[in-house]
């Protein structure tokens, strides 16, 4: 079996120590309180570094080369053959068994778990000695590049024109992962997550923002919102600003140890917020100014078992787990998977293992597919932008239709 914290026997101490610097510099926490340990999906779990030696008479590989499959495949690219299964080794084969399962519509593959057990040891050797590719290597879909045109078509226009909102981003004289209008950077070979917010009244506070993922020429959808649940603060909520942020893999819920998952978190500084009084963003809310805030994630938001988000997530931006839309623009039904609140990550409901279910998704295929720079540009957009894009408007409205089609009661 190969899973978290498994490396090849050989693979010296040094080389693992030297592994988790890495992941304590991208993410600027090891993932536990303890020395030398890994975060596991279940609350308040750490993996330990372990040896596993592959069982070559049932067909087993080594950590070394079940890497090299998934990257000569197309879902480990930029990964480094090292021999040690660490988090984006596990995204890998969780991203893989997702492929297998609802692509290839092979449910013998089992649970999309990040574990490699006798059923998905065949599958890798299946795609091994067929020499197989994932559907998308080599190319890049129309629908990546009408994305990427809207994106740029967005920043021409705010450079020209500017809302008041945008205006006081660019006089923001302070330190935040917030950018400048100028400074919005849609190169297409970079990772993208775009945010869609529905501006009316009966829309706040909802599950009813549709994201896009945009990488390595894919797109992939998501249900969410993008508006505060709730608040403390008696400045109001904070809605997190239009434009362009800078994200970095890192961990959501911080304060509670035993209840810390992976999410995306500002790279640095802090991305740029208004407060509001209620609940409704208007222009009335800017008088008093922005503030850089650490705390505003892209995280998960239990299973979507709700229209309304509730009493949390104070400013976050919040993806649910039951369905997502993949590449192929095919809805995914990811209920027997999807964990409803944290308590169930890592068990198993009639069989099948517990995760964040889209979620898990979207931070599977990003760290799966990420080279070098350990960012993700998420821009978040009014339906109001979409208007110079009738291509995207299509996938929008599409999206919304597909996610309707969910239970979510």
């Not at 090299?68 to 080794?89: E, M, S």
């Not at 209008?181 to 501006?199: C, Q, S, T």
Request: charged letters at 25%; glycine letters at 12%; hydrophobic letters at 35%.
């Amino acid at each position: 079996m190969i899973s978290l914290g498994k490396f090849d026997p050989g693979i010296p101490q040094e080389a693992i120590r030297k592994y988790l610097e890495i992941v304590k510099q991208l993410t600027g926490f090891t993932g536990s309180d303890d020395a030398g340990k890994l975060r596991g999906d279940q609350n308040n779990e750490v993996v330990a570094f372990e040896p596993v030696t592959p069982d070559q008479s049932k067909g087993e590989l080594s950590v070394a080369e079940v890497q090299g499959v998934l990257k000569n495949a197309g879902f480990f690219p930029f990964g480094q053959i090292d021999g040690i299964c660490g988090y984006r080794t596990t995204a890998a084969i969780r991203f893989f068994q997702e492929y297998v399962r609802t692509v290839e519509k092979d449910e013998s593959i089992g649970s999309p778990d990040g574990m490699l057990g006798p059923k998905a040891f065949g599958h890798i050797r299946r795609w091994r000695d067929g020499g197989k590719k994932a559907d998308w290597v080599g190319a890049a879909s129309e629908r990546h590049q009408q994305g990427i045109a809207l994106l740029n078509a967005v920043k021409q226009r705010c450079l020209q024109s500017p809302n008041r909102m945008l205006q006081m981003v660019n006089a923001y004289s302070g330190k935040a992962d917030t950018l400048k209008v100028a400074e919005w950077d849609f190169n297409p070979d970079h990772i993208h997550l775009i945010g869609i917010r529905k501006n009316t009244p009966d829309s706040e506070g909802k599950f009813n923002d549709v994201f896009f993922l945009l990488i390595r020429g894919l797109v992939y959808a998501f249900n969410g919102s993008t508006d505060p649940g709730a608040t403390s603060d008696p400045r109001g909520f904070p809605f997190l600003t239009n434009g362009q942020h800078l994200y970095r893999f890192g961990w959501h819920g911080f304060k509670h140890k035993d209840r810390i998952y992976q999410a995306l978190k500002p790279r640095a500084h802090g991305v740029l917020v208004v407060r509001s009084k209620n609940r409704i963003l208007d222009d009335s809310d800017l008088a008093s100014g922005l503030e850089a805030n650490g705390s505003i994630n892209v995280h998960w938001g239990g299973e979507g078992f709700s229209a309304d988000i509730g009493t949390w997530s104070e400013g976050c931006q919040v993806i649910t787990g039951k369905a997502y839309i993949n590449h192929k623009n095919e809805l995914v039904d990811l209920a027997k998977y999807a964990a409803v609140n944290s308590g169930g990550l890592g068990k198993y409901v009639n069989g099948n293992y517990q995760t964040k279910g889209a979620y898990t998704v979207l931070s599977d295929v990003v760290a799966a597919l990420s080279g070098s720079e350990n960012i993700v540009r998420y821009m978040l957009l009014t339906e109001e932008d979409l208007a110079m894009s009738p291509e995207v408007v299509g996938m929008v409205e599409g999206a919304r239709k597909m996610f309707a089609g969910i239970r979510w009661a």
